[in-house]
């Protein structure tokens, strides 16, 4: 970015400044700041730009991507309704207004005063848009929103961390409840929103809303994408996502704002898949252990050993705690058979799945995976015991995934803290990865969940140190964490909210570390999988409510069709 003159009027506008570059997350890779660190590379942009130049682009792009989405949607648009707030964001939405009346559109502005005196960007905004509009009272009862209107949402940005109040909290409301109402009758068309670089109530750092917040169809932000527009509510809030860097790139690696956190692209994640060739045999695929499996949860342990097939893995074994199992559904046991320490378990829908006595799997497998179904009992925290101390023994190279009741007895348990670091420290080239929700998260750092949920992306990091390990935290954007190497996950959706639903996530990174790839890979690539599993590929629709083996078949299904497509 060169350095410019500082210009007043939007004819002055450089070129350079008015070629938008919109990305959506997910086409290609990006870095993801909070707040705090959006401010260093604004501060920094304002040392080569003037910054009422950068509001100019930010509003003059907007309005354009504005236009060009309403002809994508083939909407029939009788007015622009644009709510700009008291700060810079209103700044922004007033360069929108005047633009789009510029360009001959019907534009209704509210301007919403604030407590304190705008900065000079905003009241130059709000004198260019008075030029041409005058701005509109939003009366008690609130303004009528038609079908034909889309509704510019410029009321609060990046820098709300509380419940919006008064008059911008009346409108958000009202906004809201209108199309809420319109979607409830059956006639075409509803009122749409753009949000300006977030939806307004939204905390852009955490993805939490404090109080009311604007639902959006579109969020069009700039520099560079926001944690919270992906994380917690904002998956909810923002609609379609596109970011526009305003020519910021060059700055995103300065000022110590070099992002540690990323959204990588589908491009990058297909890259990393596991390839197979015809010369391969089941031994190229590695070999996989499950222990878990108490009485009467039986089933845990089974979705992620089946998993672990499903993506690839060339053989699996279950060593399960139940020592016997009964006969229920589809399920069938070998008829009153005893082994000592072994369940006489036969899945006949899949038999390919081994039955081991925990010694044998310790000695057969490449890969354990520990915890589904395991439960929290003494017999359970001995077989944990028995695993770490057994393999640190050995000096086996073998890789370690700990899932639910294994995150939980290691959790309680400082002994079993000490006992899974002497075991790491005794294998050179192998890997242990965590795979927490928030609550097992906040039960490993001794805090609680709204700790975590504050900042996810710092709960990671801190886990991962901690223990020195890959770690998994799932939530609607899951973040990968090996060290400073951050991932925030872009794929899912609210059918993964099922029962058994992170077992078949363990089996999946199991296989992929069984079939060669490190375990930040493995664990990107398993999270990624397991969020495109519920939405719509090859023809078949996206799932809203699901069950865990629905989500492991379409798993399957999801790697079949990539790996297709690099074979062709």
């Not at 998956?235 to 526009?244: A, M, P, Q, S």
């Not at 995976?369 to 009992?377: H, I, N, Q």
């Not at 998260?441 to 020195?468: G, M």
């Not at 996206?542 to 074979?567: D, E, F, G």
């Amino acid at each position: 970015m060169s350095n410019i003159q500082a210009h007043r009027t939007l004819a002055d506008l450089p070129d350079t400044l008015r070629e938008a570059h919109w990305v959506k997350p997910g086409d290609q890779t990006l870095p993801v700041l909070d707040v705090v660190a959006i401010r260093r590379v604004e501060e920094s942009a304002f040392k080569q730009v003037d910054s009422f130049l950068l509001m100019q682009a930010a509003g003059l792009r907007s309005a354009q991507r504005i236009l060009d989405w309403v002809h994508a949607q083939r909407l029939t648009i009788a007015h622009f309704l644009v709510l700009a707030g008291p700060g810079n964001n209103g700044g922004d939405a007033c360069i929108v207004a005047h633009q789009l009346a510029v360009l001959g559109m019907h534009v209704q502005w509210v301007n919403c005063p604030g407590h304190s005196e705008p900065s000079a960007d905003r009241q130059a905004a709000e004198r260019l848009c008075i030029s041409l509009l005058e701005p509109t009272e939003w009366p008690e009862e609130g303004l009528p929103l038609t079908r034909d209107t889309v509704v510019i949402d410029g009321l609060l940005g990046i820098g709300c961390t509380r419940a919006p109040e008064g008059l911008i909290a009346r409108i958000i409301e009202s906004v809201n409840t209108q199309i809420n109402m319109q979607q409830g009758h059956h006639q075409p068309g509803r009122t749409r929103v753009v949000a300006l670089d977030c939806p307004s109530g939204l905390n852009c750092s955490t993805g939490q809303a404090p109080g009311v917040a604007m639902q959006a169809d579109l969020t069009l932000s700039y520099i560079a994408c926001k944690t919270g527009l992906l994380d917690e509510s904002g998956k909810d809030l923002c609609g379609d996502i596109e970011i526009d860097s305003l020519n910021c790139d060059d700055l995103l690696g300065q000022a110590h704002t070099a992002p540690a956190l990323w959204a990588h692209s589908d491009h990058h994640m297909r890259r990393q898949l596991p390839r197979r060739q015809h010369r391969h045999h089941k031994g190229s695929y590695g070999s996989v252990a499950v222990v878990g499996g108490q009485t009467g949860m039986v089933g845990a342990a089974l979705l992620t050993a089946r998993a672990a097939l499903a993506m690839g893995a060339g053989r699996v074994a279950m060593t399960l705690l139940a020592e016997h199992t009964q006969r229920s559904g589809p399920w069938a046991l070998m008829p009153d058979i005893e082994v000592p320490g072994q369940s006489c378990f036969l899945d006949p829908l899949w038999p390919e799945l081994m039955n081991k006595t925990l010694d044998d799997n310790l000695a057969f497998a490449q890969v354990l995976a520990v915890g589904p179904g395991l439960g929290t009992s003494a017999a359970s925290e001995a077989l944990l015991h028995q695993v770490l101390d057994t393999q640190a023994a050995r000096n086996s190279g073998q890789h370690l995934v700990l899932d639910a009741d294994a995150l939980n007895l290691l959790a309680k348990d400082t002994g079993l803290e000490q006992a899974l670091l002497h075991f790491q420290s005794s294998r050179a080239h192998a890997s242990t990865t965590l795979t927490p929700h928030p609550l097992e998260a906040a039960r490993l750092l001794a805090c609680s969940v709204q700790d975590i949920q504050a900042n996810r992306y710092a709960a990671t990091k801190a886990l991962s140190k901690r223990f020195q390990a890959t770690v998994i935290l799932k939530g609607p954007a899951t973040l990968v964490a090996s060290g400073e190497d951050v991932s925030i996950n872009l794929t899912g959706g609210p059918a993964l909210a099922t029962g058994g639903s992170g077992d078949v996530l363990t089996g999946a990174v199991a296989s992929f570390l069984a079939q060669g790839l490190d375990s930040h890979e493995a664990a990107q690539c398993a999270v990624w999988l397991h969020g495109l599993s519920v939405q719509p590929f090859e023809g078949m629709e996206p799932l809203v409510v699901s069950h865990a083996s629905q989500i492991s078949q379409r798993m399957q299904a999801q790697l079949n069709a990539l790996l297709r497509q690099h074979t062709r």
